[in-house]
Nanobody, 129 residues
């Protein structure tokens, strides 16, 4: 059974940093692209960032480009999201998710919620002003 477990969320002041981690188990991690998505209160879930299965390609939503960095360690079955210069608008529950199709990476696919079939439980990020 595939499982994703996020950690690293918390409360931080605007301008601060957080590093989210996601530990994966259950299927060949290195064969699947991974994404981070978030959901703010009262809003729909939205794409934040994605990384290709080998880690050579990344993709970011315009709202986080230049502030967030996604990375992965396939030896540890883990994916990370380094978040710098945080803003109150970054507040929400952050989910890591795994592509339902192996060995593919297209920006069009990665930005779609329906691309992902395995989701973590989410970790809360709150940015105070």
């Amino acid at each position: 059974q595939v499982q994703l477990v996020e950690s690293g969320g918390g409360l931080v002041q605007a301008g601060g940093s957080l590093r989210l981690s996601c530990a994966a188990s259950g299927r060949a991690f290195s064969n699947y692209a991974m994404g981070w998505l978030r959901q703010a209160p009262g809003k729909e879930r939205e794409f934040v960032s994605a990384i290709s299965y080998a880690g050579g390609f990344t993709y970011y939503a315009d709202s986080v480009k230049g502030r967030f960095t996604i990375s992965r360690d396939n030896a540890k079955n883990a994916v990370y999201l380094q978040m710098n210069s945080l803003k109150p608008d970054d507040t929400g529950v952050y989910y890591c998710a795994q592509d339902k199709q192996r060995v593919r990476f297209t920006t069009q696919a990665m930005a779609q919620i329906g691309t992902y079939d395995i989701w973590g439980q989410g970790t809360q990020v709150t940015v105070s002003s």
